[in-house]
């Protein structure tokens, strides 16, 4: 049986050199649960967010802001 609304389109999420370091610095179990919150969210709605000025060309970049858990991602 298909799926009611076709396909879903997932995000692809990538991280850029400074978010990695910022990744390397999380400590506590409370930030990797906000972080993974929020990729979450954004994984299963990528439009979530505010699109961000830049190129067309390749894939638009987003941010997300999420005030429960206090994460911006970019």
Request: hydrophobic letters at 35%.
């Amino acid at each position: 049986m298909p799926a009611p609304y076709g396909p879903r389109r997932r995000a692809q999420i990538t991280f850029s050199e400074s978010a990695a370091k910022q990744l390397d610095s999380i400590t506590s179990e409370t930030e990797f649960h906000a972080l993974d919150r929020a990729l979450v969210v954004i994984s299963v709605d990528p439009d979530a967010g505010e699109l961000l000025l830049g190129e067309s060309s390749g894939p638009r970049m987003r941010q997300y802001v999420d005030d429960v858990e206090q994460v911006r991602l970019g």
